[in-house]
């Protein structure tokens, strides 16, 4: 299973871009780049995904390299409300039947006034 | 759409009882369903995959026949955390496959469960 590597913390000032950073050197040719965020106590919240090309939506873009061997979760405006545990995820599939959301340690974004 | 709705939110319990945690799909059949638990500052877990009308799959060290997983409809999942002790205290979330739409898996609000 491809494994992803995130920094454990990062700062951002309000209004801001913050810039989140994942590795996954070993993602395979058919494995999507899931972003996931947790606030504090409630369940994780879908961003965005992807495979190779870039991805926007309303609440972020992903950028992935063109290796594919890591990405970057983009949010244009931070404000104190994104302040929350982003997970990058890269999806497994065993056997084509079920494919597990498997959680790696995260980075704790911190948006400060 | 494609909301999961897991209840209670928190429950205390004595040790040596047993707790059962629900979670729904309110706008679509979810035929398969995973449980997560979370301890405070940790990551998610995952504990099992449910699928609708069969036994669940449970990850490696995880006690199935403590925490039973019944998914006998294609709207409801529970985990019963059977026997509990202090040790099993932590932040349970459930989560389902969500096939027609374009992220494919939704969380629920997750369960406190605290044992005394």
């Known amino acids: 299973d491809a494994k992803t590597t995130q920094p454990t913390s990062m700062d951002c000032a309000e209004g801001r871009a913050a810039n989140l950073p994942c590795n996954h050197s070993t993602i395979s040719g058919n494995e999507y780049v899931y972003w996931y965020r947790q606030i504090h106590s409630q369940g994780p919240q879908y961003i965005i995904h992807g495979l190779k090309n870039n991805e926007t939506n309303e609440m972020a873009s992903l950028i992935i390299t063109e290796d594919r061997k890591s990405s970057t979760l983009i949010l244009p405006h931070a404000t104190l409300r994104d302040t929350a545990v982003y997970y990058c995820?890269?999806?497994?599939?065993?056997?084509?039947?079920?494919?597990?959301?498997?959680f790696g340690t995260g980075t704790l974004l911190a948006v400060q006034p | 759409g494609a909301v999961v709705s897991q209840h209670p939110s928190w429950v205390i319990c004595k040790s040596g009882t047993s707790v059962k945690i629900e979670c729904r799909s309110l706008?679509?059949?979810?035929?398969?369903m995973f449980w997560y638990r979370q301890f405070p500052k940790q990551s998610l877990m995952l504990m099992a995959t449910?699928?609708?009308?069969?036994?669940?799959?449970?990850e490696q060290g995880v006690e199935k026949d403590k925490f039973l997983i019944n998914h006998a409809s294609l709207t409801l999942s529970t985990l019963t955390v059977t026997s509990a002790h202090p040790e099993d205290s932590s932040f349970y979330i459930c989560?389902?496959?969500?096939?027609?739409?374009?992220?494919?898996?939704?969380f629920g609000s997750g369960t406190r469960l605290t044992v005394v």
């Open positions: 989560s389902a496959r969500v096939t027609a739409t374009n992220y494919g898996y939704t």
């Open positions: 449910s699928n609708e009308g069969s036994k669940a799959t449970y």
């Open positions: 995820i890269v999806r497994v599939n065993y056997g084509g039947a079920t494919n597990k959301l498997i």
């Open positions: 706008d679509f059949q979810a035929t398969t």
